[in-house]
């Protein structure tokens, strides 16, 4: 069964000390992985896609990485603001065009 | 630049009442869209979703319908409200690969 699993659940970090969020996915064709930022009360905020093994992508002070079987967000130096829930999704290889989500890693950064 | 819109932002309905929550989209052509569930601390549930006019294909059996009128617009019903219904409505599109959310319908039914 395709999954998308995330780690952990939530994590509690100092300002300025950095860390990585796990998401481990098995899918029938990988097409690609995404990884949104949700603040509550609002709609997810797209941040990056992914879509092959070896490839990384950054913003500011977050950088995204793919492998076969896994994503890492790495956050360096992180900064209170960047509190919030990460989610992580795959979109499938077959013909249909849903999207796979994790349930997220809530991060909160302490002043 | 494409712009996702929902309304309302928030309701609060009694149970057994009617709802319509409405989504619609600008700056895109015959983009795919998607209405998902959150509760809370829970994770995104897809609910429908639609390919083009008219199109919809439904993820779980529930008291909510969904339609397409128009190419960029998307509507979420349902005739009779339960209280397994309050949740955190978001609405999304994709053409392509990403999919982008709008901001959320809080829906509270008592």
């Known amino acids: 069964e395709d999954q998308v699993t995330q780690s952990p659940e939530a994590l509690r970090l100092q300002e300025g000390e950095s860390s990585s969020l796990n998401c481990s996915y098995t899918v029938s064709g990988l097409r690609g992985l995404f990884w949104y930022r949700q603040d509550p009360g609002k709609g997810p905020e797209f941040l990056f896609t992914l879509y092959s093994a070896g490839e990384e992508k950054e913003k500011e002070r977050l950088k995204a990485t793919l492998t076969k079987k896994e994503s890492f967000l790495h956050i360096t130096a992180p900064k209170p603001e960047d509190s919030a829930t990460y989610l992580c999704?795959?979109?499938?290889?077959?013909?249909?065009?849903?999207?796979?989500f994790g349930k997220g890693t809530r991060l909160h950064i302490l002043p | 630049s494409q712009t996702i819109h929902q309304w309302p932002a928030t309701l609060v309905q009694p149970v057994g009442s009617p709802l319509s929550l409405e989504c619609t989209v600008e700056g895109t052509s015959n983009p795919n869209l998607y209405w998902y569930r959150q509760a809370a601390g829970r994770g995104l549930q897809l609910l429908f979703y639609?390919?083009?006019?008219?199109?919809i294909s439904s993820e779980v059996p529930q008291n909510l319908s969904a339609s397409r009128p128009q190419d960029r617009q998307f509507i979420l019903s349902s005739k009779k409200l339960l209280l397994s219904d309050s949740g955190f409505y978001l609405c999304?599109?994709?053409?392509?690969?990403?999919?982008?959310f709008g901001p959320g319908t809080r829906l509270l039914v008592l």
């Open positions: 999304a599109w994709r053409t392509g690969g990403t999919q982008y």
């Open positions: 999704a795959v979109s499938r290889g077959n013909r249909d065009d849903k999207i796979i």
């Open positions: 639609s390919v083009g006019i008219g199109q």
